[in-house]
Nanobody, 125 residues
């Protein structure tokens, strides 16, 4: 079992920055890739970013590439999402998720088996 808790969301003006954290319980955190997804009102959940078990490989949605950075600290059982140059269209509930895979990074939500409760990010124009 893995329990994921996100934090760091909030209200920010366009152009601002936020750093999301996802704290994981369980001894297997460092064995698996981790991902961030988001869901805006009235829209489907979408992939944002993912990182391999070691942190050596990462992938980003085109909409956030060069603005967001995913990282992880396995000693702290935590994965981060640094979000810069935020836009109103980034407004959503952000979820972290544990992958079923160790090194393979998937953009599909079906590849993830544990999810956090989500944290709200609101970007005002």
């Amino acid at each position: 079992q893995v329990h994921l808790v996100e934090s760091g969301g909030g209200l920010v003006q366009a152009g601002g920055s936020l750093r999301l954290s996802c704290a994981a319980s369980g001894r297997t955190f460092s064995d698996y890739s981790m991902g961030w997804f988001r869901q805006a009102p009235g829209k489907e959940r979408e992939f944002v970013a993912a990182v391999s078990w070691s942190g050596g490989y990462s992938d980003y949605a085109n909409s956030v590439k060069d603005r967001f950075t995913i990282s992880r600290d396995n000693a702290k059982n935590t994965v981060y999402l640094q979000m810069n140059s935020l836009k109103p269209e980034d407004t959503a509930v952000y979820y972290c998720a544990k992958s079923r895979e160790r090194s393979y990074i998937s953009r599909s939500s079906v590849s993830y088996d544990y999810w956090g409760q989500g944290t709200q990010v609101t970007v005002s124009s």
